[in-house]
C-alpha cells in the first residue's frame, strides 16, 4: 500500500483525509466487540481504546481484518500506545501505524477518524503530522486523568496544528471539559462517555458551555 506516494512530516506519514462524515450517525463499539457477519451493528463506529495486542492485526494483517471492519459505519484510526517512558522510536512507530491504517481503510472507500495522541512535548515535532488540516478529529482523555497540565498542553498544540473543524472526546472527565470550554470560540464539542458499558453521548456548543458555567 502506496498510500498515492503522498506523506506528511519529516517521518513521511501517510496522510487521513478529512471527510463528510455524519457525526450525528456515530454509535461507539470497541474493537474487541467486532465480529464478522455482524448485522445487528453496522451502524456503529469503531474505537480502538483498548489494549494494543487486541488490535495489532488490523496493522499486521490488514488486508485480512478488512472483510470485517468494511461492515461498519465508521472507523477510528487505531490508538496505538504513546507513553512518555517508550523510547522515540517506539512512539514514532504507534503514529506510523495510525496514520497508515487510517489511510489505507480510506482508500478501501470507509469512513475514517482520525484519532490524536501525544506523549510529552518531545512529541510535539511528529504526533499531529498525516492529519488534514480541518479534520474532524477524535481524543481520549481515559488516560489523562491525573495529568490536566500535560493534556492541556497537547491539546492545545493539536488545534494549533491541525485545526479540527469538530473534536471528539473520549471519556467525559469534568474538570478537563471545563479547560477546554474556555478554549472554543466556534469549534462544536462532542463527548462520549463509557460507564457500566453504556455509551453516553453529549454535544454542546462553546458559546453553550460558558454561558451554563458562567465563562466570560
Given at each position: 500500500f502506496l498510500y498515492n506516494c503522498k506523506s506528511a512530516g519529516k517521518y513521511d506519514f501517510p496522510i487521513i483525509r478529512k471527510q463528510d462524515?455524519?457525526?450525528?450517525?456515530?454509535?461507539?463499539?470497541?474493537?474487541?466487540?467486532?465480529?464478522?457477519?455482524?448485522?445487528?451493528?453496522?451502524?456503529?463506529?469503531?474505537?480502538?481504546?483498548?489494549?494494543?495486542?487486541?488490535?495489532?492485526?488490523?496493522?499486521?494483517?490488514?488486508?485480512?481484518?478488512?472483510?470485517?471492519?468494511?461492515?461498519?459505519?465508521?472507523?477510528?484510526?487505531?490508538?496505538?500506545s504513546i507513553f512518555t517512558n517508550m523510547p522515540l522510536a517506539l512512539q514514532i512507530e504507534s503514529v506510523f501505524k495510525n496514520r497508515w491504517c487510517g489511510a489505507f481503510w480510506q482508500s478501501r472507500g470507509l469512513n475514517v477518524i482520525p484519532t490524536v495522541s501525544w506523549g510529552d512535548e518531545k512529541s510535539f515535532d511528529f504526533c499531529f503530522d498525516g492529519?488534514?488540516?480541518?479534520?474532524?478529529?477524535?481524543?481520549?482523555?481515559?488516560?489523562?486523568?491525573?495529568?490536566?497540565s500535560s493534556f492541556m498542553t497537547g491539546y492545545n498544540e493539536m488545534l494549533k496544528r491541525i485545526k479540527p473543524s469538530l473534536v471528539l472526546c473520549y471519556w467525559f472527565i469534568w474538570y478537563?471539559?471545563?479547560?477546554v470550554k474556555n478554549f472554543f470560540?466556534?469549534?462544536?464539542?462532542?463527548?462520549?462517555?463509557?460507564?457500566?458499558y453504556c455509551v453516553c453521548f453529549f454535544i454542546s456548543t462553546a458559546a453553550q458551555?460558558?454561558?451554563?458555567?458562567n465563562y466570560t
Open positions: 462524515i455524519d457525526v450525528e450517525k456515530i454509535k461507539l463499539m470497541s474493537f474487541s466487540d467486532a465480529k464478522p457477519d455482524d448485522s445487528k451493528n453496522r451502524d456503529k463506529t469503531l474505537h480502538f481504546f483498548t489494549y494494543d495486542w487486541k488490535f495489532e492485526n488490523v496493522y499486521e494483517k490488514a488486508a485480512d481484518e478488512l472483510e470485517k471492519l468494511k461492515q461498519y459505519y465508521c472507523l477510528l484510526s487505531p490508538d496505538f492529519i488534514e488540516e480541518g479534520a474532524v478529529v477524535f481524543v481520549c482523555a481515559y488516560y489523562r486523568e491525573n495529568d490536566e478537563h471539559v471545563n479547560h470560540a466556534s469549534i462544536r464539542i462532542e463527548y462520549y462517555c463509557c460507564m457500566c458551555c460558558r454561558k451554563q458555567n
